[in-house]
């Protein structure tokens, strides 16, 4: 049986105690500023509730837009195209639907990735798909939700650097996996 590197285990335990840490280290932070935390809290939730209903149109949009692109067929074809660039990168073909999705929805891609785990929680695959959903974010999403929200009309440089962002998140998470599980 192998044992896990010195490396995997350091990566375990700050994985385990960086959320408490982080919510720690706000609390004292506000507290030694005289912050009443709480408070701000119910606050920051009334406005997001506000929030929330300004941005539902564009929520609604964007939903169903995802559900034509899945059930057109269009990922399917659009992986089945790129499978042989994914092999070269290290990346398992099953994970690049995943990676397609991430850009456009965070239910659609984590469907996706909950596939790949399902078939087999363990796997070398599963992990990558894990990796990528939480290396890459919702572009499209983000940009058609607050952008739209505020008005915004020409997104300018932004598609173009997110997307980018999405790529180098892949690609690191590939290369990462490669390096902790393999």
Same mark, same amino acid.
């Given at each position: 049986m192998n044992e896990p590197s010195l490396f995997k285990l350091i990566i375990d335990q700050i994985s385990l105690l960086t959320v408490p840490l982080l919510f720690f280290a706000i609390v004292a932070f506000a507290m030694w500023r005289g912050v009443k935390a709480y408070e701000s809290f119910i606050t920051g939730g009334k406005e997001g509730f506000n929030i929330f209903l300004q941005i539902l149109p564009y929520l609604v949009a964007i939903f169903v837009a995802i559900g034509v692109f899945r059930v057109s067929g269009a990922l399917d074809y659009i992986s089945d195209a790129l499978a042989p660039v994914t092999t070269a990168i290290g990346m398992p073909p099953e994970v690049l639907p995943t990676a397609l999705m991430r850009p456009l929805s965070g239910s659609g891609s984590l469907g996706l990735a909950s596939d790949v785990i399902e078939a087999d929680p363990d796997s070398f695959n599963a992990k990558v798909a894990s990796t990528v959903f939480g290396a890459t974010d919702t572009t499209f999403y983000v940009i058609a939700l607050y952008f739209g929200s505020v008005?915004?009309?020409? $997104?300018?440089?932004?598609? $173009?650097?997110?997307?980018?962002?999405?790529?180098?998140?892949?690609?690191?998470? +590939?290369? +990462?996996?490669?390096? +902790?599980?393999?």
């Open positions: 008005g915004i009309r020409k $997104i300018r440089h932004a598609m $173009i650097a997110g997307l980018l962002a999405d790529l180098a998140g892949i690609l690191a998470a +590939v290369a +990462v996996c490669h390096l +902790v599980f393999k």
